[in-house]
């Protein structure tokens, strides 16, 4: 089954322990990207990447790292985490070719809700 | 900053009825998307509607965009209950990949 996954779905965790949330898609797409929705904020776009080894920030991707050494995997990295990012956690993927293509339908997994103490 | 910003936050209506959401956004794109998200789960892609495009059907859904006043409708006709949910719409830059995601609409479906 196409589908993005994301692991731990739900996470609760103290200021400034380091955490991963991982990422995976096996649809082969070539665009990712990680969003955070918060209430009446909407969500926002914290990186994204176009391929293995490219990524980019999007518009809140302070107190965040991610990598891409892999097509399918495209893990969200907090260093030390702080209780303004307490938050629901998106990942998603997209098929698009190209350099400068621009994303088109995107795959979202199912969430990551997490809170920092 | 948000890019895309939707109107109204909420509309409740009767079921049958038709439902109509705004999307306005503030610089030139390469397309328009709306999605669907059913309480604290992912999104679902409802549909996409290009920057050369005025118009797009897909069901009971119809998308309008007007790049001159950088906004786009979303109509979805004869409601039904299963359509209670909020709704997105996101826009793709034209020379770079960001996505900005609107605020959303939340929408409720009356029996």
Known sequence: EAQVTQNPRYLITVT?????????????HEYMSWYRQDPGLGLRQIYYSMN??????????????VSRKEKRNFPLILESPSPNQTSL???????????????DTQYFGPGTRLTVL | SQQGEE???????????????????????????????????????????????REKHSGRLRVTLDTSKKSSSLLITAS?????????????????????FGSGTRLSIRP
């Not at chain 1, 956690?89 to 994303?103: D, E, K, M, R, W």
């Not at chain 2, 503030?26 to 050369?52: A, C, E, M």
């Not at chain 2, 209950?81 to 990949?97: E, L, R, W």
């Open chain 2, 80 to 100: 039904r209950a299963a359509d209670t949910a909020s709704y997105f719409c996101a826009t793709a830059y034209s020379s770079a990949s960001k996505i900005i």
């Open chain 1, 89 to 103: 956690y998106f990942c998603a993927s997209s098929p698009h070719l190209g350099q400068s293509a621009n994303a």
């Open chain 1, 16 to 28: 400034g322990k380091k955490l991963t949330v991982t990422c995976s898609q096996n649809m082969n």
């Open chain 2, 7 to 53: 109107d109204p936050q909420a509309l409740s209506i009767q079921e049958g009825e038709n439902a109509t959401m705004n999307c306005s956004y503030k610089t030139s794109i390469n397309n328009l998307q709306w999605y669907r998200q059913n309480s604290g789960r992912g999104l679902v892609h409802l549909i996409l509607i290009r920057s050369n495009e």
């Open chain 1, 52 to 65: 293995v080894e490219v990524t980019d920030k999007g518009d809140v991707p302070e107190g965040y790292k």
